[in-house]
T-cell receptor, first 109, second 118 residues
């Protein structure tokens, strides 16, 4: 099946810093989503981005489907950005959403 | 929209007991997914339904696990009998997608049920 790799696995930032999270996938996809799992365990939808670029406030994401990767940018990080960021993809021809192992982010004041 | 609703939010039970988790998908969504999250295995898909029909249950770990979707607004995941290794957070998600045309669509997750089996 499709493989999803995220990097870095862990990231520690000072409040106000910028960061880039990466998601690599091993096959063509027709769905790619970025989620934030907050410290209370809730999975929050950030972006639905099988291709192209989107922005939402301090967050933006870019997916280059032909090169099989996606990037999540966090600018001016805040302590509330802490948590785990997951990339999940759905392979063309299949219905399963396959999750990466996540990037654990800690933003300190 | 209330989003995906799950109940209970927390469940503590003794080994051997039956556990039933409930999910109400977003109104109008025709696909429903049950996931399990553990530290060891991360997020894994257990089963998904399209138009109330189970499409893929290959992720269901054992015969002790069963899932039903009697109508478009309700689904249950049952574990009988429960074991300590079933302790995990169980998420339900829903989306609006067309199975045959193989188009991707965004999945929305419920708040999860944290299950502890002692």
């Amino acid at each position: 099946g499709i493989q999803v790799e995220q990097s870095p696995p862990d990231l520690i930032l000072q409040e106000g810093a910028n960061s880039t999270l990466r998601c690599n996938f091993s096959d063509s996809v027709n769905n790619l989503q970025w989620f934030h799992q907050n410290p209370w365990g809730q999975l929050i939808n950030l972006f639905y981005i099988p291709s192209g670029t989107k922005q939402n406030g301090r967050l933006s994401a870019t997916t280059v489907a032909t090169e099989r990767y996606s990037l999540l940018y966090i600018s001016s990080s805040q302590t509330t950005d802490s948590g785990v960021y997951f990339c999940a993809v759905k392979n063309t021809g299949f219905q399963k959403l396959v999750f990466g192992t996540g990037t654990r982010l800690l933003v300190s004041p | 929209d209330a989003g995906v609703i799950q109940s209970p939010r927390h469940e503590v039970t003794e080994m051997g007991q039956e556990v039933t988790l409930r999910c109400k998908p977003i109104s109008g969504h025709n696909s429903l997914f049950w996931y399990r999250q553990t530290m060891m295995r991360g997020l894994e898909l257990l089963i998904y339904f399209n138009n109330n029909v189970p499409i893929d249950d290959s992720g269901m770990p054992e015969d002790r696990f069963s899932a039903k979707m009697p109508n478009a607004s309700f689904s249950t995941l049952k574990i009988q009998p429960s074991e300590p290794r079933d302790s995990a957070v169980y998420f339900c998600a829903s989306s609006s997608q067309t199975l045959l045309r193989d188009r991707g669509s965004e999945q929305y997750f419920g708040p999860g049920t944290r299950l502890t089996v002692t």
